[in-house]
């Protein structure tokens, strides 16, 4: 069954401590995107990555970093330099980077700071 | 600043009526829309979207209308059932390779 899956779906972190996001996709999508959701929001781009071994700063990317070394994952990192990590996580992929192409959705992880 | 406005936060509306939601977007960049539905810890699901070079896009119960001229989308569901009660997310992509930017979302209710 394709989609995408993320882990875990509740994450716990003490201040000052990184925290790693899982995402994985098996739709064979080349895109990948990581979205920040807050209480009453709407959805804001943290970080994207259009093919294997590249990445892009999102609009808020400040105290996150990602990697891409395989096609299927995109881990993002929290580290201790984000201030209100409290949120939840999103990610999404699309068949590519092109225009008027739909971005399918996990079904997010939820950081809370102890 | 907000470049996708979805000015109402919730919207009530009885079973099998008409459904319609609202969206204004403010960059001229835009050239393709979005709708997504999302219930509570759930990611958000892909319902239907348009293109800036049509006015009209129709998907069974849903049908997305863009009025350009007014930078002004609708989302209509006709008819409402029970099962559409959720939040509604408008999103907008530009022609480059980033991702979407997003409205806050519209909570809709169907009532019986």
């Known amino acids: 069954d394709g989609g995408i899956t993320q882990s875990p779906k509740y994450l716990f972190r003490k201040e000052g401590q990184n925290v790693t996001l899982s995402c994985e996709q098996n739709?064979?999508?080349?895109?990948m995107y990581w979205y920040r959701q807050d209480p009453g929001q709407g959805l804001r781009l943290i970080y994207y990555?259009?093919?294997?071994?590249?990445?892009q700063k999102g609009d808020i990317a400040e105290g996150y970093s990602v990697s891409r070394e395989k096609k299927e994952s995109f881990p993002l990192t929290v580290t201790s330099a984000q201030k209100n990590p409290t949120a939840f996580y999103l990610c999404a992929s699309s068949i590519d980077a092109g225009p008027r192409r739909p971005q399918h959705f996990g079904d997010g992880t939820r950081l809370s700071i102890l | 600043d907000q470049q996708v406005k979805q000015n109402s936060p919730s919207l009530s509306v009885q079973e099998g009526r008409i459904s319609i939601l609202n969206c204004d977007y403010t960059?001229?960049?835009?050239?393709?829309f979005l709708w997504y539905k999302k219930y509570p810890a759930e990611g958000p699901t892909f319902l239907i979207s348009i293109s800036s070079i049509k006015d009209k896009n129709e998907d069974g119960r849903f049908t997305v209308f863009l009025n350009k001229s007014a930078k002004h989308l609708s989302l209509h569901i006709v008819p409402s059932q029970p099962g559409d009660s959720a939040v509604y997310f408008c999103?907008?992509?530009?022609?480059?390779?980033?991702?979407?930017?997003f409205g806050k979302g519209t909570h809709l209710i169907i009532q019986p």
């Open positions: 990555s259009q093919i294997v071994n590249d990445f």
């Open positions: 960059n001229s960049m835009f050239d393709y």
């Open positions: 739709l064979n999508h080349d895109a």
């Open positions: 999103a907008a992509k530009g022609g480059g390779a980033d991702g979407l930017t």
